[in-house]
């Protein structure tokens, strides 16, 4: 028999009336390899079915078990009980609007996000579905491909200190999904249009660089260094404009 675990969880369900944002104590019986997604699921079926809580693939994939676990941004079918203090606190992602527990909707941000961002292939070509694929360089593809493996959890977003204290920033998740633009050759946006969209305090000149994003991101992708590379590409676009009014 494995140790007990004391669980402290923020409950609030906005659609009951009367309820107030509070923490409630659970008690769980440990068993071998145990994760954050069983534990919470055991709680809901053995204890009190009115927890609140998102899952769906529980392999790391969908990004909807997100939450703040002991004080940090993860996953909770990844996050294993036994890496983790006999006294485990949860709360939801901050920035996203609550849906109640440990719930939030983090794809009204994501929509937004992508509308913002104009994530598609900008093109003045016309498709023609009886054409082969174009060819592609398979560095350039494998780049595109490591930019992709983002799974909008949102933890990025609410390790962001930027932020949590604005929420006109884009973030890192937005800021991604533009490198991989940037660097995908059939999208035939300028610098110069990017710069538009970007190139202010709300996009990449408002990233702090405390490395939270990256710190965070279960599937371990590179931020700061695409946060970087936007960074340098957007200074020179902004140099060259001041320069060439002058």
């Given at each position: 028999m494995g140790r007990q675990i004391k669980f402290e969880i923020f409950r609030y369900n906005p659609e009951r009336k009367g309820d107030v944002p509070h923490m409630q104590e659970y008690i769980l019986d440990e068993h071998p390899n145990m994760t954050l997604f069983i534990a919470l699921n055991r709680l809901r079926e053995e204890q009190d079915p009115s927890l609140i809580f998102d899952f769906c693939c529980r392999a790391g994939i969908c990004g909807a078990c997100a939450m703040v676990i002991n004080g940090?941004?993860?996953l909770a079918c990844q996050t294993k009980t036994k890496d983790l203090p006999g006294h485990i606190i949860l709360h939801p992602l901050p920035v996203f609007k609550l849906?109640?527990?440990l719930s939030v909707d983090t794809g009204v941000w994501?929509?937004?996000?992508?509308?913002?961002?104009?994530?598609?292939?900008?093109?003045?070509k016309v498709f023609d579905p009886a054409a082969h694929e174009e060819?592609?360089?398979?560095?350039?593809?494998?780049?595109i491909y490591e930019l992709e493996r983002c799974i909008e959890c949102g933890c990025c977003i609410?390790?962001?200190?930027?932020?949590?204290?604005?929420?006109?920033?884009m973030g890192a998740a937005a800021l991604n999904r533009i490198a991989r633009f940037v660097v995908d050759p059939r999208d035939e946006r300028t610098d110069r249009q990017y710069f538009e969209v970007i190139g202010n305090d709300n996009g990449i000149f408002g990233c702090m660089g405390l490395l939270a994003c990256e710190d965070v991101c279960p599937k371990g992708l590179p931020l700061q260094n695409q946060l970087g590379f936007l960074r340098r590409k957007m200074g020179i676009t902004a140099m060259k404009q001041i320069f060439r009014k002058k």
């Open positions: 940090r941004p993860g849906v109640g527990d994501f929509r937004e996000m992508y509308a913002k961002t104009e994530s598609w292939i900008h093109t003045k060819r592609m360089d398979n560095g350039v593809a494998e780049q609410a390790a962001c200190g930027t932020a949590r204290l604005r929420d006109d920033f």
